[in-house]
T-cell receptor, first 116, second 112 residues
């Protein structure tokens, strides 16, 4: 069975450029999460969707960040304009019923973003 | 405000010995806790979990202990094996919520 699929795996971009990260959740999962991993703060939740609807975007750092889920099998995280401090690993994850108590969430392999 | 804290960034243990990873939390409304394991260049994978109504959960070499009064949980791995070398993340779920709050992670190295 395919897991969560993320692209690109690695992205190096110049400051000010737009970055789009993509995610395909596990088929049948109805919750999708975007996390960011940094050394200082570990894994931070940016936003999550239930049935394609954004439920909690309180973790999105600034207006430069936006996320969409146009259908059950695809989501994007966009950064425009990108800044060097956005350099991190961005993980997409999905779960069957929201990732709450007892519901395991499954992570993709991550997108390594470097903004120079 | 880090609600879930792993104060040890790294831990080194000899193969065959016990590894103990610690995690503290501040919110008493967390009612479910999980440990995830992460290898380099891979996403985190679920390892073991515990509900707040329990104080211990065991799965093979892995045992998680929960001390609610101290707002502390720990992961014990015994015996430790070289394949256990990874970053371990502690996570917590708020009662009625749907998202996991993660700690900063602890890098465990098992030495032969």
């Amino acid at each position: 069975d395919a897991g969560v699929i993320q692209s690109p795996r690695h992205e190096v971009t110049e400051m000010g450029q737009e970055v789009t990260l993509r995610c395909k959740p596990i088929s049948g999962h109805n919750s999708l999460f975007w996390y960011r991993q940094t050394m200082m703060r570990g894994l931070e939740l940016l936003i999550y969707f239930n049935n394609n609807v954004p439920i909690d975007d309180s973790g999105m750092p600034e207006d430069r960040f936006s996320a969409k889920m146009p259908n059950a099998s695809f989501s994007t995280l966009k950064i425009q304009p990108s800044e060097p401090r956005d350099s991190a690993v961005y993980f997409c994850a999905s779960s069957l019923r929201g990732g709450g108590s007892g519901n395991t969430i499954y992570f993709g392999e991550g997108s390594w973003l470097t903004v120079v | 405000d880090q609600q879930v804290k792993q104060n040890s960034p790294s831990l080194s243990v000899q193969e065959g010995r016990i590894s103990i990873l610690n995690c503290d939390y501040t919110n008493s409304m967390f009612d479910y806790f999980l440990w995830y394991k992460k290898y380099p260049a891979e996403g985190p994978t679920f390892l073991i979990s515990i509900s707040s109504i329990k104080d211990k959960n065991e799965d093979g070499r892995f045992t998680v202990f929960l001390n609610k009064s101290a707002k502390h949980l720990s992961l014990h791995i015994v015996p430790s094996q070289p394949g256990d070398s990874a970053v371990y993340f502690c996570a917590a779920v708020l009662q009625g919520a749907q998202k996991l709050v993660f700690g900063q992670g602890t890098r465990l190295t098992i030495n032969p």
